[in-house]
């Protein structure tokens, strides 16, 4: 007997049709049941990553999803090109809540002022109410049916269920009942009145319902619009265009032409295009966008370079070693598509509740009507009570109890700096208890400047006045330090090791210790424990020397933000454990940890984009939920690796995508109080929700023992909304 062995493929599908995490669950079990087959169900990114052996198809497993009453397709060949289209994908759903919104607010007046009530108001109502219930509450209504179709309930149900009971009923009343008759008034009463409900109209219940849970719905579907944004925002890093050489000439050409062995140029301010070897030319290298290094990198001959780094000094000829997707750039991209599409999918408490909710609110309304038909109450007071239970427990709150806490709370943190994506974010917010920060850019500025000066009132002069005319950012931190500019003659820059010129008459030698040494002017022991004590502080010494001597040192480095120590402190004071995480070496890692206040056993340095993501799930790994804080593009993967990812605003827009909070200015202090708004909203969040499930509680029961009419029933209804929102507009508040 012989067993074939089977490979298997992995994919992902695109979803469409999902309104809740429980549909995400219906699709994940539809998809494992068939042979061969691993599937995950990610409802914040509306994508299916699928495993399936080579039984299975692709059409088999769109067909699996179209089974459970869903939409699925496969990725375009070519995602990026979609992008040029900027077409907002949400604007049709914003146009239904506009409409809905203008139709439903005159109906809402006339049913609670009397004093609105003219001649024939019912039916102009009547009017108002019947496009909304019809077209602003269709996706409802598709919903429902397709969950009929496949023996399933959703929110979506009892919404679309609840709109056509008191929608219907408004119109048998209007047709049938005495609720037409012109010139009659329904005045908003307290008081419960047992009547046979033939002569009132729920129309405001009906549209209310359906504006107000539309908006919860553009308000979701806003903040999950973006969820690839952080890959194309890394793929968009890349360089458009390359000088490649060709027959003795340069030839522009687009960076995607480029193959392994070309040769291309590279000039001072340009991106380098792909990975390679510099085989001609010297420069300094900006790699502190996907390195996280402060300083830039001296290259020359043989060195490798990284694509989409900066070429920031001289002319560079490269020869390209890696493209396409096997370029560090593109190893990132899968970072964060991997890290992304490992997060769990938004767990509202409404969503895991209305698997239950909704059919028990079905069932007591089917009772309900069956009880008082057979007590012999009637055929018009057993619709009323099941009418009334259907409108009473229509989810308008729990409609509202997100979308209002999150629109209040992101509003509040607008004007703060902070910029919440989502309720996902304050569920994360919650239980995180490690803080893995960022040096570059956001515990420190990410700029070098001049930090001290050792030698005479000379040594910062004649230093400055030689850096000035170089484009190193070590130089002009130099530079900097001084207001006036004295003439440099016969200027030379020395590859990767200083500058040379006359200045004063005097002639100028300013960079590496080592270069000074080389030409005949060893620093003395004093200079010496000056550099020494700048490396182990994490400076970088730059020795000045003329008339054949070192004359002094001067320390540049990358400077801590005055504001950091105190954000470290913040986060101590909300129970987080703070740890520095960096790419730059040790010692400039423990000398910025000890200035701001972290302690040594939580630092750690000399990791690469990919270690970061590691450092991340090694703590996950040890039961911790951890928070990341960064700027800079090889921050992205971590960021969307971490349970909270907090993205500083003056950094890159990969960063930003990739974040869970984007915190616009670049105070760190922002991101403890970014942490702080997240667990106050949804301290909010969960409150509106248990007030909205325990009215439901309280009101469905006396609504079910006909002590409720539905007019009574919308009132409440209306009642909890307001509820909600005031307890939401609390949040205008935090400071």
């Not at 399933?152 to 679309?160: I, Q």
């Not at 295009?273 to 996907?290: C, I, N, Q, W, Y």
């Not at 700027?631 to 993967?637: E, I, S, T």
Request: charged share 20%.
């Amino acid at each position: 007997m012989t067993t074939q062995a089977t490979s298997s493929t992995t994919t992902e599908l695109a979803i469409t049709g999902m309104t809740c995490a429980s549909c995400a669950n219906r699709i994940q079990r539809r998809l494992n049941k068939l042979d061969g087959v691993e599937a995950s169900v990610n409802y914040a990114t509306e994508k299916a990553h699928v495993t399936f052996a080579d039984t299975v198809s692709t059409d088999d497993l769109v067909a699996a999803v179209e089974a459970a009453g869903y939409q699925a397709s496969l990725p375009a060949a070519e995602p990026e090109q979609a992008d040029a289209d900027d077409t907002d994908p949400n604007r049709a759903l914003r146009d239904r809540v506009v409409v809905s919104a203008l139709l439903t607010v005159p109906v809402v007046a006339m049913a609670m002022w009397p004093a609105l009530q003219v001649d024939g108001w019912q039916w102009l109502s009547l009017t108002l109410a019947a496009p909304v219930v019809v077209w602003g509450a269709l996706p409802f209504h598709r919903a429902a049916w397709a969950n009929l179709r496949h023996a399933a309930a959703t929110m979506d149900t009892l919404v679309s269920v609840g709109v056509l009971a008191a929608f219907g009923w408004s119109v048998y009343a209007l047709m049938w009942g005495t609720a037409g008759t012109i010139g009659m008034t329904h005045p908003f009463r307290i008081a419960v009145e047992r009547t046979d409900g033939a002569g009132n109209i729920y129309l405001e219940a009906a549209a209310g319902v359906t504006t107000l849970v539309l908006l919860g719905r553009y308000v979701e579907a806003r903040s999950k619009r973006r969820a690839g944004a952080a890959l194309r925002a890394l793929l968009d890093l890349g360089a458009k265009d390359v000088a490649v050489l060709r027959d003795g000439g340069e030839v522009r050409v687009p960076a995607s032409e480029l193959v392994v062995g070309d040769t291309f140029v590279v000039r001072p301010g340009e991106k380098i295009a792909t990975d390679g070897d510099v085989v001609e030319g010297g420069s300094a290298v900006d790699a502190s966008m996907l390195t996280g290094e402060s300083v830039p990198v001296e290259v020359r001959p043989g060195d490798a370079v990284v694509g989409a780094t900066v070429n920031v000094g001289g002319r560079l000829v490269v020869r390209a070693t890696r493209v396409g997707g096997e370029t560090q750039l593109a190893q990132m991209a899968r970072l964060v598509e991997d890290a992304q599409s490992g997060k769990a999918a938004a767990q509202q408490l409404a969503d895991r509740v209305s698997g239950v909710f909704v059919p028990v609110v079905l069932l007591l309304s089917a009772a309900t009507l069956g009880f008082w038909v057979g007590t012999g109450a009637g055929t018009a007071a057993a619709v009323t009570a099941a009418v009334a239970v259907l409108v009473i427990a229509c989810p308008c709150a729990l409609g509202l109890a997100t979308p209002t806490a999150l629109l209040v709370g992101t509003g509040r943190g607008a004007q703060l700096g902070i910029l919440v994506k989502g309720p996902e974010a304050l569920e994360r917010a919650r239980r995180i208890d490690v803080v893995l920060l960022d040096k570059t850019g956001t515990v420190t500025t990410g700029e070098m400047s001049l930090r001290s000066v050792h030698g005479d009132e000379r040594t910062l002069e004649l230093a400055a006045a030689l850096e000035n005319a170089s484009e190193h950012p070590i130089a002009r931190a130099v530079a900097a330090g001084v207001d006036e500019r004295r003439p440099v003659t016969d200027f030379v820059s020395l590859e990767g090791l200083g500058v040379r010129g006359r200045v004063d008459d005097l002639d100028v030698l300013v960079g590496r210790p080592s270069l000074l040494a080389d030409h005949g002017m060893p620093l003395a022991a004093g200079l010496r424990r000056v550099v020494d004590d700048a490396h182990a502080d994490g400076g970088t010494a730059v020795a000045v020397g003329w008339d054949g001597a070192a004359r002094g040192v001067l320390v540049v480095a990358d400077t801590v933000k005055p504001t950091s120590r105190e954000a470290v402190q913040r986060f101590r004071d909300l129970g987080l454990t703070p740890v520095l995480l960096t790419g730059d070496h040790e010692a400039v890692a423990r000398a910025v940890a000890a200035e701001v206040g972290i302690d040594a056993e939580h630092v750690v340095a000399d990791v690469l984009p990919a270690d970061k993501v590691s450092v991340v799930r090694r703590w996950q790994h040890d039961g911790h939920a951890v928070a990341m804080v960064g700027d800079g593009v090889n921050d992205a993967a971590a960021l969307a690796q971490a349970d909270l990812g907090l993205a500083m605003g003056t950094g890159t827009d990969v960063a930003m995508e990739a974040g869970d909070l984007v915190l616009v200015r670049g105070d760190l202090r922002v991101a403890a109080d970014g942490v702080r708004l997240a667990r106050r909203t949804l301290a909010t969040i969960k409150g509106n929700l248990f007030w909205a499930f325990g009215y439901n509680v309280a009101a469905i029961p006396l609504a079910a023992a006909g002590l409720l009419s539905p007019m009574i029933a919308g009132g409440a209804m209306a009642f909890s909304s307001v509820f909600v929102v005031l307890n939401s507009l609390r949040l205008r508040r935090f400071s």
